[in-house]
């Protein structure tokens, strides 16, 4: 089996890799460093998850420490374009730790952060520099960038610049950097306008390919229960119930969604944060860091602001509301069972999800287990006692609750369209206000009146020992599956 002495690497990249105990390379890495070593192009298909900032990251640093030279002023030898705040934040912070004995200088350029200290880490130039492609064109008008001695550019994520609306600025930026150099392309998926721009950009490059986007993470154990859009709530608090839901992901459609359902957790007594586009950088920041330090239970994120979510321990992914491309849906997943590790994903669906939900199986080209929890008698009490008008809603501050019931008209999910989410980072100089989210990420979730004073023996019960679910049934047929139980979610 290949091993990263086995790949050349300089010695203080290998020291690192030992220190932070990195022995065997993932595929794409056993397959990529070679190449890019090399100075070659590289087109790299693979998913978040498989280890791909490595992939680029270390033969960068082995091929920039081999060939010292000092940074060219305002610009940078190598520029690695992101999506997200996060994903760039994480990108930075694995090339320092990778290239901790090197001395290398690394800077991060996004929005949603003072202009000043970019400034001023771009005038005497950096090594790597990683930016969202918003705030570099603010830089690049400003004349406070200069990219045209850049020898190494990587496109992290692309798929995601294309719906973020990145591509003509992606454009705007390339058009001022030198045709003399290395360009390494890495994307989930390869829909077309990504394909044009792979070909603009890249030269006889080695292709990669490491688990394709349909393919879903083999240790993640995928549960799928229906359930009326009114009651997700409440069939969300059931589930923290059990202390085996130590570390969870829980994905919305929308920013005010995100934060409804943080806020409704807290309400129940399970420590929430939330992270999407209209929250200050700091805030997301602090989000984070309480959910890797374990300080809160559930992290309530959207698509876009997720993207750059890498936590070790994350127990569950739960998708409150199906994403509206079955792509979101496989790299939602894979948001647990990392590093070796397993996890369970669970799903919930209102009836009027269920095209999004066929897109999804039609891409993952499986079924997931499902179970049915509508018409389920605990729930339905549940919600009635929470739904008595405007006085549930004013009176939840003041009441402890377990579990809850969304208001009568419930979440209203979006549609399913053809429409590509343009974020605000997308627009030239526009990603000021630090927004990557697309205006588009769904329909606003309705507002939901609150379960009050629900001891747990009358929400549920704990591990769903008192529920009356109805006969759970497989999506692909009529043949009933397992009973499901919450304390094993």
């Given at each position: 089996m290949t091993q990263f002495t086995d790949l050349g690497l300089a010695k203080p990249i290998l020291k690192a890799l030992t220190a932070e105990g990195y022995v065997t390379p993932t595929p794409i890495q056993a397959q990529a460093i070679p190449a890019v070593m090399l100075g070659k192009d590289l087109l790299g298909i693979a998913q978040t998850g498989t280890g791909k900032t490595a992939a680029f990251a270390l033969?960068?640093?082995?091929?920039?420490?081999?060939?010292?030279?000092?940074?060219?002023?305002?610009?940078?030898?190598?520029?690695?374009?992101?999506?997200?705040?996060?994903l760039a934040s994480q990108i930075a912070e694995s090339f320092r730790t990778y290239g901790s004995g090197l001395g290398m200088t690394v800077a991060?350029?996004?929005?949603?952060?003072?202009?000043?200290?970019?400034?001023?880490?771009?005038?005497?130039?950096?090594?790597?520099?990683?930016?969202?492609?918003?705030?570099?064109i603010d830089h690049l008008g400003e004349r406070t960038a200069d990219l045209s001695s850049t020898e190494i550019l990587v496109l992290d994520e692309a798929d995601q610049?294309?719906?973020?609306?990145?591509?003509?600025?992606i454009r705007r930026i390339v058009s001022g950097m030198s045709r003399k150099r290395q360009n390494l392309f890495f994307s989930a998926t390869m829909p077309t306008e990504i394909g044009k721009l792979a070909k603009e950009l890249l030269v006889e490059p080695v292709t990669v390919t490491v688990t394709p986007v349909s393919s879903t993470a083999e240790r993640v154990e995928q549960q799928l229960l229906f359930i009326e859009a009114p009651r997700k709530r409440a069939l969300l608090a059931e589930l923290f119930e059990s202390s085996k839901v130590s570390r969870a992901l829980v994905f919305t459609r929308?920013?005010?969604?995100?934060?409804?359902?943080?806020?409704?957790?807290?309400?129940?007594?399970?420590?929430?944060?939330?992270?999407?586009?209209?929250?200050?950088?700091?805030?997301?920041?602090?989000?984070?860091?309480a959910f890797k330090a374990g300080k809160v239970r559930a992290l309530i994120a959207t698509d876009i602001a997720a993207r750059g979510i890498d936590v070790d321990g994350v127990t569950h992914?739960?998708?409150y509301e199906l994403p509206q491309t079955p792509e979101a849906y496989v790299h939602r997943i894979g948001r647990t069972a990392r590093a070796g590790a397993a996890g369970i994903a669970i799903s919930f669906c209102a009836d009027d999800e269920r095209a999004l939900l066929k897109d999804i199986q039609k891409l993952t080209r499986q079924t997931i287990p499902a179970f049915d929890r509508r018409n389920d008698k605990v729930l339905q009490a549940v919600t009635a006692a929470t739904t008595s008008g405007p006085a549930a809603e004013q009176s939840l501050p003041q009441a402890k609750t377990r579990g809850g019931g969304a208001g009568a008209n419930g979440p209203r999910a979006a549609k399913p369209h053809n429409h590509r989410p343009r974020g605000h980072e997308g627009k030239p100089g526009g990603d000021r206000q630090g927004r990557p989210e697309g205006r588009s990420e769904g329909q606003r979730s309705g507002q939901g009146a609150?379960?009050?004073?629900?001891?747990?023996?009358?929400?549920?019960?704990?591990?769903?020992?008192?529920?009356?679910?109805?006969?759970?049934r497989s999506i692909a047929s009529t043949a009933p599956v397992a009973k499901w139980d919450p304390l094993k979610a």
């Amino acid at each position: 089996m290949t091993q990263f002495t086995d790949l050349g690497l300089a010695k203080p990249i290998l020291k690192a890799l030992t220190a932070e105990g990195y022995v065997t390379p993932t595929p794409i890495q056993a397959q990529a460093i070679p190449a890019v070593m090399l100075g070659k192009d590289l087109l790299g298909i693979a998913q978040t998850g498989t280890g791909k900032t490595a992939a680029f990251a270390l033969p960068i640093l082995h091929r920039l420490s081999e060939d010292r030279k000092p940074a060219p002023r305002r610009g940078c030898r190598c520029l690695v374009l992101s999506p997200t705040r996060e994903l760039a934040s994480q990108i930075a912070e694995s090339f320092r730790t990778y290239g901790s004995g090197l001395g290398m200088t690394v800077a991060v350029v996004f929005g949603g952060a003072k202009y000043g200290p970019q400034i001023k880490a771009l005038t005497s130039g950096v090594d790597i520099l990683v930016a969202t492609p918003g705030r570099l064109i603010d830089h690049l008008g400003e004349r406070t960038a200069d990219l045209s001695s850049t020898e190494i550019l990587v496109l992290d994520e692309a798929d995601q610049m294309l719906d973020l609306g990145f591509l003509q600025p992606i454009r705007r930026i390339v058009s001022g950097m030198s045709r003399k150099r290395q360009n390494l392309f890495f994307s989930a998926t390869m829909p077309t306008e990504i394909g044009k721009l792979a070909k603009e950009l890249l030269v006889e490059p080695v292709t990669v390919t490491v688990t394709p986007v349909s393919s879903t993470a083999e240790r993640v154990e995928q549960q799928l229960l229906f359930i009326e859009a009114p009651r997700k709530r409440a069939l969300l608090a059931e589930l923290f119930e059990s202390s085996k839901v130590s570390r969870a992901l829980v994905f919305t459609r929308t920013k005010r969604g995100a934060d409804r359902v943080a806020k409704y957790l807290e309400d129940a007594g399970v420590s929430s944060g939330a992270i999407h586009g209209d929250k200050t950088q700091s805030q997301r920041e602090r989000a984070l860091a309480a959910f890797k330090a374990g300080k809160v239970r559930a992290l309530i994120a959207t698509d876009i602001a997720a993207r750059g979510i890498d936590v070790d321990g994350v127990t569950h992914v739960i998708q409150y509301e199906l994403p509206q491309t079955p792509e979101a849906y496989v790299h939602r997943i894979g948001r647990t069972a990392r590093a070796g590790a397993a996890g369970i994903a669970i799903s919930f669906c209102a009836d009027d999800e269920r095209a999004l939900l066929k897109d999804i199986q039609k891409l993952t080209r499986q079924t997931i287990p499902a179970f049915d929890r509508r018409n389920d008698k605990v729930l339905q009490a549940v919600t009635a006692a929470t739904t008595s008008g405007p006085a549930a809603e004013q009176s939840l501050p003041q009441a402890k609750t377990r579990g809850g019931g969304a208001g009568a008209n419930g979440p209203r999910a979006a549609k399913p369209h053809n429409h590509r989410p343009r974020g605000h980072e997308g627009k030239p100089g526009g990603d000021r206000q630090g927004r990557p989210e697309g205006r588009s990420e769904g329909q606003r979730s309705g507002q939901g009146a609150q379960r009050q004073g629900q001891g747990r023996g009358q929400g549920g019960g704990q591990g769903g020992q008192g529920a009356k679910t109805g006969q759970p049934r497989s999506i692909a047929s009529t043949a009933p599956v397992a009973k499901w139980d919450p304390l094993k979610a």
